[in-house]
T-cell receptor
Framework: QKEVEQNSGPLSVPEGAIASLNCTYS??????FFWYRQYSGKSPELIMS????GDKEDGRFTAQLNKASQYVSLLIRDSQPSDSATYLC??????????FGPGTSLSVIP | GAVVSQHPSRVICKSGTSVKIECRSL??????MFWYRQFPKKSLMLMAT?????????EQGVEKDKFLINHASLTLSTLTVTSAHPEDSSFYIC???????????FGPGTRLTVL
């Protein structure tokens, strides 16, 4: 079983809609979770980090964590064409390393 | 703050040669640096973890004699791809972290093409 799983997409949403990105993980010990955005040919940039169960909001972004279900999600409200990118879910393992999921490609249609 | 640089941004080399990539934390001291590799349309794969002043820890399947990592100071880590082959062509990205912090900061990446 892969340690971090995401739907590869592509996920297409119209401009102004809510984009919902999901991630599941296998390591029950993991406590730190991250969402990164990566534009083509660029390195990842951190959008959100979340460490506790529940929701965490930052502007148009909301991360949700459910450790019992081993599930992390990212909601993007009022999606903009500039949000079109690959979104990477990541977690810090019990060995203090950050590993990444395969990423979900998001396309926001004007 | 928290800027990480990489040099070079792009490099093209001939098969059999060695290439060195530098990763620098510009405004903080990085006790730990990570090296990732990313193939087209794939995710980042962790290659190794390096702690300042000690030997790097390589992930399973990564040849330590081929990918030499040196973390000689708190602001600099280098990755040397030795005897490069075309299959080593990839996007190499480093990241840096301060001891005790959760967040790691990524460099802009180095695109390696081996002819």
């Amino acid at each position: 079983q892969k340690e971090v799983e995401q739907n590869s997409g592509p996920l297409s949403v119209p401009e102004g809609a809510i984009a919902s990105l999901n991630c599941t993980y296998s390591d029950r010990v993991s406590q730190s979770f991250f969402w990164y955005r990566q534009y083509s040919g660029k390195s990842p940039e951190l959008i959100m980090s979340i460490y506790s169960n529940g929701d965490k909001e930052d502007g148009r972004f909301t991360a949700q964590l459910n450790k019992a279900s081993q599930y992390v999600s990212l909601l993007i409200r009022d999606s903009q064409p500039s949000d079109s990118a690959t979104y990477l879910c990541a977690l810090k393992t019990s060995y203090d390393k950050v590993i990444f999921g395969p990423g979900t490609s998001l396309s926001v249609i004007p | 703050g928290a800027v990480v640089s990489q040099h070079p941004s792009r490099v093209i080399c001939k098969s059999g040669t060695s290439v060195k990539i530098e990763c620098r934390s510009l405004d903080f001291q990085a006790t730990t640096m990570f090296w990732y590799r990313q193939f087209p349309k794939k995710s980042l794969m962790l290659m190794a973890t390096s702690n300042e002043g000690s030997k790097a820890t390589y992930e399973q399947g990564v040849e330590k004699d081929k990918f030499l990592i040196n973390h000689a100071s708190l602001t600099l880590s280098t990755l040397t791809v030795t005897s490069a082959h075309p299959e080593d062509s990839s996007f190499y990205i480093c990241s840096a972290r301060v001891l005790g912090d959760n967040e790691q900061f990524f460099g802009p990446g180095t695109r390696l093409t081996v002819l």
